[in-house]
């Protein structure tokens, strides 16, 4: 079993910039995937920025492209989203994801990804 903890939501104002992070622990050694999802009220949850363990490729969604940057830090089993030039349309509940699987099409995609954290919130005031 994975466990996935996210930190580092809160308010902040647009343009302002938060960091983002998910912690993993248990059988971590197989997981080549992990990335971040959000959830805005009313809306369904979509992808925004995921990251491959092995071949070190990076996917953005285009709402967040050049503003958002996923890292990873393999020794700590953690993956950062560094969140710049925030907008309120950013506003939502974020959730750290994490899969087996690093092709193009599932790793953008929910249901390429097996393990979810409880999400923290993100709201930017305009």
């Known amino acids: 079993q994975v466990q996935l903890v996210e930190s580092g939501g809160g308010l902040v104002q647009a343009g302002g910039s938060l960091r983002l992070s998910c912690a993993a622990s248990?059988?971590?050694?197989?997981?080549?995937?992990m990335g971040w999802f959000r959830q805005a009220s009313g809306k369904e949850r979509e992808f925004v920025a995921a990251?491959?363990?092995?071949?070190?490729?990076?996917y953005y969604a285009d709402s967040v492209k050049g503003r958002f940057t996923i890292s990873r830090d393999n020794v700590k089993n953690t993956v950062y989203l560094q969140m710049n030039s925030l907008e309120p349309e950013d506003t939502a509940v974020y959730y750290c994801?994490?899969?087996?699987?690093?092709?193009?099409?599932?790793?953008?995609?929910?249901?390429?990804?097996?393990?979810w954290g409880q999400g923290t919130q993100v709201t930017v005031s305009s």
């Open positions: 248990g059988r971590t050694s197989r997981l080549p995937a």
């Open positions: 990251d491959s363990w092995s071949g070190g490729s990076t």
């Open positions: 994801a994490a899969g087996y699987y690093s092709d193009s099409y599932y790793i953008t995609k929910k249901a390429g990804y097996n393990y």
